[in-house]
């Protein structure tokens, strides 16, 4: 369940980048944007965390590491559609920033009682 909202949010993201930066229709992306879009898709699919997992900017693998290009690009798009997703998608944006706060809380916690 976790794992349909990851994609369908880097789905929403990569659109807009898209529509932003290589001025494609609204709900179309170009051949760049859907390879992108097929990798972040296959590497989230074949996660091993699966739905336990934070996001991938948390995650001790990361799994884009193989591929700089891919990786690149999916920074790209992250820098320009975060900021904008504020404005379209409030309430998506707001509960990633809580999820992403509260995940650094927990992971600072942990290291705490490690030592």
Do not use: W
Not at 18 to 33: D, L, S
């Amino acid at each position: 369940m976790k794992e349909e909202k990851d994609i369908k949010i880097v789905g929403m993201m990569i659109n807009m980048y898209c529509h932003g930066k290589h001025h494609t229709a609204k709900n179309e992306m170009c051949e760049q944007c859907s390879n992108l879009y097929n990798f972040v898709k296959l590497k989230r699919e074949n996660c091993p965390y699966g739905d336990s997992k934070d996001y991938c900017s948390q995650c001790k693998i990361h799994c884009y590491q193989s591929d700089s290009i891919m990786r690149q690009q999916i920074k790209d798009v992250m820098r320009y559609a975060a900021p904008r997703m504020m404005f379209t998608h409030p309430i998506l944006s707001f509960s990633h920033l809580k999820s992403t706060i509260k995940g650094k809380r927990k992971k600072k916690k942990e290291t705490k009682n490690a030592r």
